[in-house]
């Protein structure tokens, strides 16, 4: 049968609180110490010789749970810090890229519907210009066509160019009849 004495967790709770405090200097600090500690013993109960020094073992423990706290505690403060450095140097103000980004998709959705769509399959969706093609039921060729355009305007917005845009209440002609009237 166990001995009572050697099992008495419950009469070492205040050296164990008492040890804890003194480590931590902060009461709540302390009860989750000793928390941690007994969860860490009863794990490892296996390891205690019969026989042993209870409160030794667990006070040793309790020990060994405050270090491992405390390194833990430096290691996440130091990636943090290493963290915080390295998302200094990486990356650039986001407010700069939200306004570039915004401003090239303006340029993309202000293309004419037909250039938009066969940008979209082919740049976005990664279709190959005959899938592409197919997709919006064009010949390769016209498909060929609306994508030069667009890459076209793109390059124009890039190089500072605005991209024409519909007066107000018009829309934007889709197609362009050569050689005849466009009624």
């Known amino acids: 049968m166990n001995n009572p004495k050697r099992m008495d967790v419950i009469g070492l709770l205040g050296p164990l609180r008492r040890y804890a405090r003194a480590l931590t200097r902060d009461e709540s600090r302390a009860e989750d110490l000793v928390q941690d500690a007994l969860v860490r013993a009863y794990e490892r109960r296996g390891s205690f010789r019969s026989g042993g020094n209870l409160r030794g073992w667990l006070l040793s423990i309790l020990h060994n749970v405050f270090i ?37 998709q303006a340029a993309f959705m202000s293309l004419p519907d037909e250039q938009r769509a066969a940008l979209h399959l082919v740049a976005i969706e990664g279709l190959s210009y005959q899938e592409a093609a197919t997709a ?14 667009a890459r076209a305007a793109l390059r124009a917005f890039e190089a500072g160019s605005d991209l024409p ?16 009237s466009d009624v």
């Open 68 to 104: 491992d706290d405390r390194r833990r505690h430096a290691a996440e403060t130091r990636r943090a810090a290493h963290t915080a450095i390295l998302a200094e140097t990486a990356t650039a103000p986001e407010q700069e890229s939200r306004v570039r980004l915004q401003q090239v």
């Open 165 to 180: 845009q519909p007066a107000e209440g018009q829309s934007r002609p889709t197609l362009r009849i050569v050689g005849g």
């Open 136 to 149: 919006l039921g064009i010949p390769v060729g016209t498909l060929m066509s609306r994508l030069g355009r």
